[in-house]
Structure formats: C-alpha cells, structure tokens
C-alpha cells in the first residue's frame, strides 16, 4: 500500500468495535508471536502520542465493544492510561456506546490502584495473563512475575470492584501432567473468576520455544495427552458453568467476550496501533508491524497501513465457515452466506455445503436444525476441519454476480 495522508483515512460506521493495540511488555515471552517488544529503551510516550494520532484520526463513532490489548497495555501508567482514554472518549465516545470495554493485563503491572483507575477510566473487564501456576513453568516461559503475584493481581482487581475477570491460561505445557493441570485448574477456579481462556500450548513461527523444540530442548505432549488435555478441560469447566463457547474460552452466562465473538462472526472492525488490523466492509488491512516506522507515519501524516486485501467472495464465506465452527453453537450456512456479504443464499449456489456435507460423513461436524458445529470427534480437529473451508478461496469459478451483496 502507498503512502498518503492520514488525513484521508476510511470511514469506519458507527458502532464499529475497535481495537488499541499497545506493543509494549515487561519482558518477551519465549512462546509469544504477537507483535510485542520489552519496553525497556522504547519511546513509549512518542509511541502513545502516535496511537493517539491514530485514535482521532480512525476510530470509529460510538463503538459497540473496546479492547485493549497487545503487548501489556497494564503496563502503562495511570497517567498514560488515563491520557489514552480522554483520547479515546473525545473521538468515539465509548463510555455511552461499548457494551463491553476489556484490558489486557499481566500480573507484574496490576495493583489496586491500577484496577480503580481503569475502572473510573471506563473498563468493564479485565484479562490477567497467569498462564501457569507453576515458578518453574512461568520461567521456561519467560515470563517476569510469580504465581502469588497472579493471586494478589486478582485479587486487587476484585477488590477494586471489576465485575468481569477473565484469566489466562496455558495447559499441556512440556512435562506438565494431566494431574498437576488439574490442580492448577481447581485452584484458579476458587478465584472464582467469570471467564477462562485456556490454550493448548503452540509452538509458533520465530519465537525462542520453535527454535527449542526444533532443538530437542523441549519435547511437546502426545496428541493423545493433548486430547484428554482438552476434554478434561472442557468438561470440568462446564462443571462449573464455564461453558465452552468458543475453542478456549469458557464464561459463566453473560460474561462471554462480546468483542471476540465479533471476530468469530466474521464481523468488521477497526484496529489501530502498531500492527493492528481492520476488517471493514470486504477489505482488510494491516498497520505496519515496526515501531519507528509506524511513529514516522503518523507524526508526517502518512497512512500507518501497510497491506491491504479485498478476499473474493468464496474466500469470504470459508473464513466465515472457519471462523464460526470455532464457537461451540456453530453456524447455519445461511449465516456464513450473509456473513460473508452474500444475498440470495440457496442451498445448490453454496459450495461450502459440499465441505459441510464431507466432514459430516467423516463424523466431524454435526447438524441440529439448521445449525453445523464441530462434534466430539471433530473438536480436536478443529484446526483442520475448518481450514477445509478455507480452500473455498481458491475455486476458480467466480461468485455469479447476482449473488454479490
Ligand atoms: S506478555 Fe503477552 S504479549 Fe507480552 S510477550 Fe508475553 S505473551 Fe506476548
């Protein structure tokens, strides 16, 4: 994408939720392939500023969620936090529009007073990175605080008042048995906390943990291990009337993340800051994933943009499959139709029911009414399955162009 003013940046509708990505850590996590750099040395006030820049210059009216992520974004101070969300009410303002306003936090950065600032700053919701309860765990992976400051962070953020407390975590770690998993699990769950997002631990792409596993100097679990993993998971969870709405998250009714179902819906979005992407009408782009870079545009009025893709339209109805089968109600092929910016759905102009109709003979997906969702056996095929519908992107037959939305 060139360059051109910021000053002529896409109009985004009202209600759009958004997302502030703020690339800053205590530390980099070894397991981590997010666009996230320590803060140490960084200019993280000219960072801001340029965030801020983007803010008012992108960010959509009235928006229906918040999400602040990254990167820690409890890293920052309160004064910085408090600037970042003046910006933000000034050009959206999210305190009468977002049903829903989350931060992401880790336990080394959040303390009382943090929790009430974010609180009278308009949070709703915070996600506190535990990722293990184990000392030698939280140092393989990297990261800089201790199990009993995960608790003390909960329990600040309780004690200030936060009503809507997710936890993050990571399971199948090299070494870890089922049984210390499961006791890792109970004790977070006397924290009482209305959401859980656990993940199968992955070994992505450039990070420290693919090199070692290319190494040999981490063995990762069995596929069998990582299967009585997850449904021991899931099924203990739903015990606790976490259930299961999407593959890793579990909420207690009404605390579901409505900003992430969003994403799972297929829906548009604005994201700003260094990396983040926007999803708006069919086009879809990416801000520039280098710090100096992304400053430079901003402060010269350049367009921080540093991709964008307009998917056809098969594309988009198997990202709308792929998305959609992640969330435990699954989807009708109708939804994934409009979803995908369709009109006129009919079961014989969809060939994404051909997929659908395969993997229900494989014993992978399932059918109740009109709805398709991932059955016992597909869930831990999850990944696989769905990318089945991925390949609708490359038929060579284009969308009939009456069906075009
Ligand atoms: S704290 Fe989160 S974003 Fe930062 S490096 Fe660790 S996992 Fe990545």
């Known amino acids: 994408m060139t360059a051109s003013g910021a000053g002529r940046q896409f109009e985004a509708p009202p209600s759009t939720p958004l997302y502030v990505h703020l690339p800053f850590c205590a530390a980099k996590c070894h397991y981590c392939d997010f666009f996230s750099v320590p803060a140490e040395g960084q200019d993280v006030e000219g960072t801001l500023a340029a965030v801020e820049l983007e803010i008012r210059l992108r960010a959509p009216r009235a928006p229906r969620t918040l999400f602040l992520g990254g990167g820690t974004p409890s890293l920052l101070s309160i004064s910085q936090l408090r600037r970042l969300f003046d910006a933000l009410q000034q050009s959206t303002g999210f305190r009468d529009s977002a049903v829903e306003v989350t931060v992401e936090c880790n336990p080394e950065s959040l303390d009382e007073d943090k929790a009430r600032a974010l609180l009278d700053l308009g949070v709703t ?42 936890i993050d975590l990571i399971y199948a770690n090299p070494g870890q048995t089922l049984e210390q998993w499961q006791a890792d699990l109970r004790r977070v769950l006397a924290l009482e906390p209305e959401h859980i997002s656990a993940y199968n631990l992955t070994f992505e792409e450039d990070t420290l943990f693919r090199r070692w596993l290319q190494q040999g100097r ?20 739903a015990s606790t009337a976490r259930v299961a709405y999407e593959i890793s998250n579990f909420a207690l009714n009404g605390h579901q993340c409505a900003h992430n179902i969003n994403y799972w819906n297929n829906g548009t979005y604005v994201g700003v800051g260094p990396s983040a992407v926007s999803k708006l009408g069919f086009e879809r782009s990416g801000n520039i994933r280098h710090l100096g870079e992304y400053r430079r545009r901003m402060a ?4 921080p943009r540093d991709w964008d893709e307009r998917p056809s339209a098969w594309a988009r109805l198997g990202e709308s499959w792929w998305l959609g089968l992640r969330r435990t109600e699954g989807l009708s092929a109708l939804e994934a139709w ?3 910016g369709l009109k006129d759905w009919r079961p014989e102009a969809d060939p994404a029911l051909e997929i659908a109709q395969r ?3 494989q014993g992978w997906l399932g059918q109740v009414g009109e709805r398709w969702a991932l059955t016992r056996r597909g869930w831990p095929l999850a990944d ?11 038929l060579n037959q284009p969308a009939p162009a009456e069906l075009l939305g």
């Open 125 to 166: 919701r915070l996600s506190i990175g535990f990722q293990s309860l184990r000392g030698e765990t939280l140092e393989l992976f990297g990261r800089v605080h201790g199990v009993d400051q995960s608790f003390r962070a909960f329990d600040a953020a309780r004690r200030a008042g936060i009503k809507s407390l997710n």
């Open 218 to 237: 981490l063995q990762p679990q069995s596929d069998d291990a990582e299967l009585e993993f997850f449904w021991w998971t899931r099924e203990h969870l």
């Open 300 to 303: 010269q009025n350049e367009d």
């Open 338 to 340: 409009t979803r995908a």
């Open 359 to 361: 993997s229900s003979e």
């Open 384 to 394: 696989a399955v769905a990318r089945e519908f991925l390949r609708l992107g490359q």
